[in-house]
T-cell receptor, first 109, second 116 residues
Framework: GQNIDQPTEMTATEGAIVQINCTYQ??????LFWYQQHAGEAPTFLSY??LDGLEEKGRFSSFLSRSKGYSYLLLKELQMKDSASYLC??????????WGAGTKLIIKP | GAVVSQHPSRVICKSGTSVKIECRSL??????MFWYRQFPKQSLMLMAT?????????EQGVEKDKFLINHASLTLSTLTVTSAHPEDSSFYIC????????????FGDGTRLSIL
């Protein structure tokens, strides 16, 4: 079966750095997405990785290792507004998006 | 700015009512749109893939007669929850790809449905 694993919840301090991991086992791979979802709102797109390596976009970076079936989202200089759920999703060989359950990130002052 | 518009944002109605939710792509044509449901503190669950000009593809366990999907144009898909009951209360979200299949899905703002 297809499976995506990410931690249920993480806590970090304002101004710090946090890394949210995602491991996946899917039938084929056509890219991995990270989305941010604030409580009561729809997800918003953060990043897309299809090749190995690190993609940096401001305070957020996303890393992919296809051989390990592994990705992480790195958030730097954390702000209170970064408190949200972060969803990892993989596009399989049929271009079907497989969603992880999301990681709830709690930022403390 | 927003690329996918969803309406209404919130619906509160009595049990037995049918509710229609609209999803529009604002500045692009979407041959495919997606309908999700999300219960509190749970992940997104894909309900169906809406295909312009043809029947929607429903995920296993989703009743097609209960959740009617119509994708009549390249910019509009509608989801109708027929004879809604309290257990249908949820957050319904639509999305669309802007371009090819490996492009990110852009989401509407969601519709919070509460059935009394």
């Amino acid at each position: 079966g297809q499976n995506i694993d990410q931690p249920t919840e993480m806590t970090a301090t304002e101004g710090a750095i946090v890394q949210i991991n995602c491991t996946y086992q899917t039938s084929g791979f056509n890219g991995l997405f990270w989305y941010q979802q604030h409580a009561g709102e729809a997800p918003t797109f953060l990043s897309y990785n299809v090749l190995d390596g690190l993609e940096e976009k401001g305070r957020f970076s996303s890393f992919l290792s296809r051989s390990k079936g592994y990705s992480y989202l790195l958030l730097k200089e954390l702000q209170m507004k970064d408190s949200a759920s972060y969803l990892c999703a993989v596009l399989d060989s049929n271009y079907q998006l497989i969603w992880g359950a999301g990681t709830k990130l709690i930022i403390k002052p | 700015g927003a690329v996918v518009s969803q309406h209404p944002s919130r619906v509160i109605c009595k049990s037995g009512t049918s509710v229609k939710i609209e999803c529009r792509s604002l500045d692009f044509q979407a041959t495919t749109m997606f309908w999700y449901r999300q219960f509190p503190k749970q992940s997104l669950m894909l309900m169906a893939t809406s295909n312009e000009g043809s029947k929607a593809t429903y995920e296993q366990g989703v009743e097609k007669d209960k959740f009617l999907i119509n994708h009549a144009s390249l910019t509009l898909s509608t989801l109708t929850v027929t004879s809604a009951h309290p257990e249908d209360s949820s957050f319904y979200i639509c999305s669309a790809n802007r371009g090819t299949e490996n492009q990110p899905q852009h989401f509407g703002d969601g519709t919070r449905l509460s059935i009394l």
